[in-house]
T-cell receptor, first 114, second 114 residues
Framework: AQSVTQLDSHVSVSEGTPVLLRCNYSSSYSPSLFWYVQHPNKGLQLLLKYTSAATLVKGINGFEAEFKKSETSFHLTKPSAHMSDAAEYFC????????????FGSGTKLNVKP | NAGVTQTPKFQVLKTGQSMTLQCAQD?????MSWYRQDPGMGLRLIHYSVGAGITDQGEVPNGYNVSRSTTEDFPLRLLSAAPSQTSVYFC?????????????FGPGTRLTVT
């Protein structure tokens, strides 16, 4: 069975400091992993994806994530937070065997302080 | 391309009423799905379809019906609305081919059942 656990429901950082949003997954098969961002009252935008190529994945707006199979993790990082990064972030897992069903984590709200 | 479109953007229903949420995509994607988003729970899969004439249940299908008569359209029907169905509903689509592709999301429908 597939599942995603986002370890922090809220993260607060100061502008200019690093961001770390944690995600652990469970999948019986080779997973595909995604991070989406949702700004208040908006839809979901893809930040980055891992689909069995390079384990370090770079996304938009300076975000990146590293797939670690041994730790079943896919943490999202950014070296320096910007005020515009304040949003909710979702980690998502899927795989071909399960007909591309996408399973979402419960989300992490990122607050960026001036 | 318009991408994934959803109508209406907002809807208020009384308990027991029925309605259909519309979803359309113009990217010729085989895979379409419906999610509901509730605070602290991420997005949960209601129903999905891997092509015209093929649908299946997700995690929370009760109280909802779907059909897929064309590649472009995937309407979600609420048979008898209940307050527990108050939520934000997202439709998504992606190709369904040799690997897992990221999903493209519509802007959402905010539904309130009184």
């Amino acid at each position: 069975a597939q599942s995603v656990t986002q370890l922090d429901s809220h993260v607060s950082v100061s502008e200019g400091t690093p961001v770390l949003l944690r995600c652990n997954y469970s999948s019986s098969y080779s997973p595909s992993l995604f991070w989406y961002v949702q700004h208040p009252n908006k839809g979901l935008q893809l930040l980055l994806k891992y689909t069995s190529a390079a384990t370090l994945v770079k996304g938009i707006n300076g975000f990146e994530a590293e797939f670690k199979k041994s730790e079943t993790s896919f943490h999202l990082t950014k070296p320096s937070a910007h005020m515009s990064d304040a949003a909710e972030y979702f980690c998502v897992v899927s795989d071909r065997v399960n007909f591309n069903k996408f399973y979402f984590g419960s989300g992490t709200k990122l607050n960026v302080k001036p | 391309n318009a991408g994934v479109t959803q109508t209406p953007k907002f809807q208020v229903l009384k308990t027991g009423q029925s309605m259909t949420l519309q979803c359309a995509q113009d990217m010729n994607h085989e895979y379409m799905s419906w999610y509901r988003q509730d605070p602290g729970m991420g997005l949960r899969l209601i129903h999905y379809s891997v092509g015209a004439g093929i649908t299946d249940q997700g995690e929370v299908p009760n109280g909802y019906n779907v059909s897929r008569s064309t590649t472009e359209d995937f309407p979600l029907r609420l048979l008898s609305a209940a307050p527990s169905q108050t939520s934000v509903y997202f439709c998504a689509s992606n190709p369904f081919r040799d690997r897992v592709y990221e999903q493209y999301f519509g802007p959402g429908t905010r539904l309130t059942v009184t």
